[in-house]
């Protein structure tokens, strides 16, 4: 059987996380809260739901990340899979994400938060538009077929470990999915179901917020083009 681990960054998702971690499908083996700096009971609702809860004080989504994979490094799972604890990704649909992955026809895949499939109102105009440029970017500079920086996506554990993620913060899906296409990583993107979150979006839901993920974004992408990286 293959060991499936998932790891959801949370902060202040206490109204949330109970369901997020109950509607995850039995095939998955560890589910690894990374509580970044909660001041609510997400950590508590988190354990009573049988979940794992890993801290991390200094706030950024890819710091989360990088604490839940510190984690996993003792007793490495075969696949990786991210998603968010704010209940708007359905974490049902983690098995149609995976199943490529186990097939051996890709690497990587992504779940796209497709607009035939997400309930009105889950993504705010911002970050719709954000999504579009950011992706005809990677489309014009890379060749890219992706069509969103959705965060539920599925990854192998060896090639999550050999892209050696660096962004802290905002950029941390882009980051994955460039290192993806330069490395010619074989992926897939999957339309998924996306709703409303519950509670209010700690990026989305304040103008510091979009704009500074919208920086970020972008200046990965150009930056990254233009260096050596691998």
């Known amino acids: 059987m293959t060991k499936i681990a998932v790891i959801i960054p949370a902060f202040n998702e206490a109204r949330s996380i109970g ?13 690894i809260i990374a509580d970044n700096a909660s001041t609510d009971a997400t950590a508590k609702i988190a354990r009573e739901h049988g979940a794992v809860v890993v801290h991390e004080k200094r706030k950024g989504y890819g710091y989360a990340c990088l604490k839940g994979m510190a984690f996993l490094e003792d007793d490495p799972p075969e696949i990786v899979v991210f998603l968010d604890g704010d209940y708007s990704d359905y974490p049902e649909d983690l098995e149609t994400l995976v199943d490529p992955i186990l097939k051996g026809a890709v690497v990587f895949s992504l779940g796209a938060r497709d607009k035939k499939l997400r309930e009105r109102g889950a993504l705010t105009p911002q970050q719709v538009f954000g999504n579009g440029l950011a992706c005809f970017l990677m489309r014009w500079l890379y060749q890219s077929r992706f069509t969103d920086l959705g ?5 192998r554990w060896e090639t999550l470990q050999s892209l050696e993620m660096q962004d802290k913060t905002y950029g941390w899906t882009v980051e994955m999915q460039l290192k993806i296409l330069r490395r010619k990583v074989p992926y897939i993107e999957i339309p998924v179901r996306y709703r409303k979150r519950i509670g209010v979006s700690k990026v989305s ?7 500074m993920a919208g920086y970020k974004i972008i200046t990965w992408i150009g930056k990254f083009y233009f260096s050596k990286w691998k």
């Not at 965060?151 to 990854?155: L, S, T, W």
């Open 19 to 31: 369901q997020v971690v109950a509607a995850l499908p039995k095939k998955v083996d560890q589910i």
């Open 151 to 155: 965060p539920f996506r599925a990854i």
């Open 205 to 211: 839901g304040t103008v510091k917020g979009t704009l």
